[in-house]
């Protein structure tokens, strides 16, 4: 109705409401959380807020450019074309993909996911051949009977179980799906509340340990934490957690052992500045 004069918005806002403007202002085309600028697609998408056909006859876009590199990317978003499109299923885990399809009722068989996967732009993208075999997809079912996230009756009819809807609703992968729901049910018998601590800090370690889940870019902080004499108290502090996970990678295990510590000791009130001291 026109009753705003101004809104500051994340890049969410700008790019998934009907949301019709006069001016769009970009103050920061960078998220800083992940040291990565916004794609041409993403530009193109928010300033398209501005002169909205219906709304107003043109529209403005005002880049503020903080750097001389920063001015040469915001030219590109002028001039350059959009990316191109890939599907989101390049790389995606083929048991994932099939719980889900599943799990939603877009597939009830064999033969049905089959189809599913013939109708995707993944395999439009193809220029022979199907995305996934037969034999892959035979494969994927046994594993996700394996794993108890399905059932197949003897007309190959599929039904999802309990435990394949929650761990599909989550994204896990499903061997991710089977392992919480194993170790927190042996966690769960042997809880009470003089072990609380230890029982929570089980689950902090399961959490950050499993190959979806656990940090993959912190070995600055890993470093710090050796420098700091820290990696033996970790260690001692999560003695026996993680007697689930294979001793093989020490790096990997160091690193879901000490993102856990983190996360525990800010459970527990530490400060952020605290925390920082530990890297």
Known sequence: NGELDLLYATSTLSAGVNLPVKTVIFDNCCRTWLNQYISNSEYLNMAGRA?????????????VAKSGMEHERFLRY????????????????LDRVCLQALSAGIATTKAEIEAFFNATFHQFEQSSGAIFSSQEVSDSLTNLVELKMIT???????AVT?????????GVLPATGKLFSDQLGEMG??????TKDAYERRVLALLVSVPDVSPQHDDFALLFADKAGL????????DGHLDYISEDGFDARA????????????????????????G
């Open 51 to 63: 002169g909205r056909r219906g709304f107003q006859e043109n529209g403005r876009s005002i880049l």
């Open 162 to 170: 309990e435990l394949g809807k929650r761990t599909a609703g989550t």
């Open 189 to 194: 018998k042997l809880f009470d509340w003089q």
């Open 231 to 238: 990696s033996s108290q970790v260690e001692q502090d999560f």
């Open 255 to 278: 690193r879901s052992l000490f993102s856990a510590e983190v996360v525990w000791r800010y459970i527990q009130g530490e400060s952020f500045g605290d925390l920082a001291k530990m």
């Open 78 to 93: 002028l001039s350059g074309a959009p990316e191109k499109v890939n599907s989101a299923l390049h790389g995606m885990n």
């Open 152 to 158: 197949v009756n003897k007309k190959g009819k599929v």
